[in-house]
């Protein structure tokens, strides 16, 4: 951890990487090991202008005191809630609403994780969800197509209409 900082200072000016293009995905197991410090490293990653996304909120330990303590610009919304936001009074629906509302009046965005069908994304942008992650939007790739794509060729993509 004592290198980290250092580290990425390093990088961003190696590849003269504009840090606002770049956001951290953290998980709720770096915060187990030491609060304070964790915390400490990541209002400085913040203020290097570089993003940080909580991933998979709501699972495990997840906790909204996280959401007061964490500098976090971006939220994602496990997977396990979407699954099944299409369902009849649908629990998930009603959860996932409400953490995109409680989220969006604090000023951070939200990623829902797992969105596979056009159902799915009806029901996120109806609740105002604006980013989504999942096999609808472009299935796993190997390298030379994510080259591709990166160059500007849009049929590299692979989505879930396609056989990947």
Not at 1 to 24: M, R, S, V
Not at 26 to 48: F, H, R, S, W, Y
Request: charged share 25%; hydrophobic share 40%; glycine share 6%.
């Amino acid at each position: 951890k004592h290198d980290f900082l250092p580290e990425l200072t390093g990088l961003l000016e190696k590849y003269a990487i504009n840090p606002k293009f770049l956001e951290l995905e953290i998980t709720e197991g770096i915060l187990i090991d030491n609060m304070e410090e964790t915390v400490a490293i990541l209002e400085q990653v913040k203020k290097m202008g570089i993003g940080i996304s909580l991933d998979d909120f709501g699972t495990g330990y997840s906790s909204l005191s996280y959401l007061q303590i964490l500098p976090l610009t971006t939220l994602k919304i496990d997977k396990s809630f979407i699954a099944n936001i299409t369902s009849k009074d649908s629990v998930e629906a009603d959860i996932t609403d409400a953490i995109i509302a409680l989220v969006t009046k604090m000023g951070l965005d939200t990623i829902a994780e797992g969105v596979e069908n056009e159902e799915q994304l009806d029901v996120l942008k109806q609740i105002q969800c604006k980013n989504t992650q999942g096999f609808l939007m472009g299935k796993p790739m190997s390298t030379e197509l994510c080259q591709k794509l990166l160059a500007g060729d849009k049929d590299a993509l692979l989505t879930n209409q396609e056989d990947a």
